[in-house]
C-alpha cells in the first residue's frame, strides 16, 4: 500500500503512529494514571505476538506502546483490544493520556486522591485540539513523582500545616526534617518553645504532620497547587505555581480556564509554557486567578 492511500492525520490522532519503514506503524494504547488490569496486559501482550513482533514498549507517560503493525493489521488490532476496554492513545497538538503516581490510597506520603482526578480529566480532555501537544499529571503531594512541573498541567496534592503548642515535646525534629527550611523556633514570652511556619517557604508537603512523633503538626488544609507550562523537549521549562493549595472547586475551574486560555491565545506548534513566556508570567496569571 502506498503511502499517500494512508490518512496519517487521522490515524496519528488516535495514536497510530507511523514508522520509518512507511507501511509499519506504532500503536500507543491510552491509560488513564498508568493503570491496566492484568486481562488487558495478557491481551496486549497477544496482539503484540499476532500482529507485531512480540515487543512491548514502555512510554514515558505511564502508558504502552506496540510497535512494527503492519498497516493492515491496524483495523484488527484495535477491535481486538477494545474487547478488554484497551483503547487507542493520541499524538499530535491535542491533549494527551493523564500521568499520575498511585496518591493517597496506598503512598504513606501522598496527600491527594490522584485516580479520580486522572478519570475526571481524562473524561473531559483527552484529545481534545490545542495549538501543540498538551500534557498533564496529577501527583499525590510534593515529592512530585509524577513530574507535574514537567507537564503543561501539573496538579500536585497539598496540605498548609499548622502547629498545637499543647501536644508539643519540643524535639525539634521537624525543624530538621524540613526540606525547604520552613519551620522555625521561637521562644515565647513565658519561655516556651513555639514553632513558626513560614508560609512564603513552605511547599505544602506532608513531611512535618507524618513525621511529627505527637502529632503537633497537623493540616489545617488540605488541596491542591496547580503549576501551569512545564514542558521538556528542546526548550525546557518548569511549570509555574499558579496558586496554592485550592479546593477541588476551585481547581477545576483553574485547570478549565487553563486549557481554555491556551486555546484562544496559543499559536500554532507553540508550547502552553512558551506561551505563558510570550504574553508574560504575572498577565497570564492574572488573567487567569481573576474572580477566583
Given at each position: 500500500m502506498k503511502e499517500k492511500e494512508f490518512d496519517l492525520a487521522a490515524l496519528k490522532k488516535v495514536g497510530m503512529i507511523q514508522q520509518k519503514q512507511k507501511e509499519y506503524f506504532a500503536l500507543r494504547l491510552r491509560a488513564v494514571g498508568g493503570d491496566y488490569n492484568s486481562l488487558q496486559i495478557k491481551k496486549i501482550a497477544e496482539i503484540a505476538d499476532k500482529y507485531g513482533r512480540g515487543e512491548l514498549h514502555l512510554s514515558t507517560r505511564q502508558g504502552i506502546e506496540i510497535h512494527n503493525v503492519h498497516y493492515s493489521d491496524l483495523e484488527k488490532a484495535r477491535m481486538e483490544l477494545e474487547t478488554v476496554e484497551v483503547y487507542m492513545g493520541a499524538c499530535g497538538p491535542r491533549i494527551r493520556i493523564i500521568v499520575a503516581c498511585p496518591g493517597s490510597v496506598?503512598?504513606?506520603?501522598?496527600i491527594a486522591e490522584t485516580k479520580s482526578i486522572s478519570k475526571e480529566l481524562?473524561?473531559?480532555?483527552?484529545?481534545?485540539?490545542?495549538p501543540h501537544k498538551f500534557k498533564i499529571s496529577v501527583t499525590g503531594c510534593p515529592?512530585?513523582?509524577a513530574k507535574a512541573t514537567e507537564n503543561d498541567i501539573g496538579v500536585m496534592g497539598a496540605i498548609l500545616p499548622f502547629w498545637t503548642q499543647s501536644s508539643c515535646t519540643d524535639c525539634g525534629l521537624c525543624v530538621n526534617i524540613c526540606p525547604t527550611k520552613a519551620i522555625e523556633k521561637k521562644i515565647?514570652?513565658?519561655?516556651?518553645?513555639?514553632?513558626?511556619?513560614?508560609?512564603d517557604k513552605c511547599i505544602n508537603c506532608s513531611i512535618c504532620t507524618a513525621a511529627c512523633p505527637v502529632n503537633s503538626w497537623v493540616?489545617?488544609?488540605?488541596?491542591?497547587?496547580?503549576?501551569?507550562?512545564?514542558t521538556m523537549g528542546k526548550i525546557p521549562r518548569l511549570g509555574t505555581l499558579l496558586k496554592?493549595?485550592?479546593?477541588?472547586?476551585?481547581?477545576?475551574?483553574?485547570?478549565?480556564?487553563?486549557?481554555?486560555?491556551?486555546?484562544?491565545?496559543?499559536?500554532k506548534k507553540e508550547r502552553f509554557g512558551h506561551m505563558i513566556d510570550r504574553i508574560g508570567v504575572e498577565k497570564v496569571k492574572g488573567d487567569l486567578l481573576n474572580g477566583i
Open positions: 496506598t503512598c504513606r506520603w501522598g481524562d473524561a473531559k480532555y483527552f484529545r481534545e485540539d490545542t515529592h512530585n513523582c515565647d514570652s513565658n519561655g516556651k518553645a513555639e514553632y513558626l511556619l513560614l508560609e493540616a489545617a488544609e488540605k488541596g491542591y497547587n496547580l503549576f501551569i507550562g512545564g496554592k493549595v485550592l479546593n477541588k472547586e476551585q481547581l477545576d475551574t483553574l485547570i478549565d480556564k487553563s486549557i481554555r486560555y491556551y486555546q484562544k491565545n496559543g499559536r
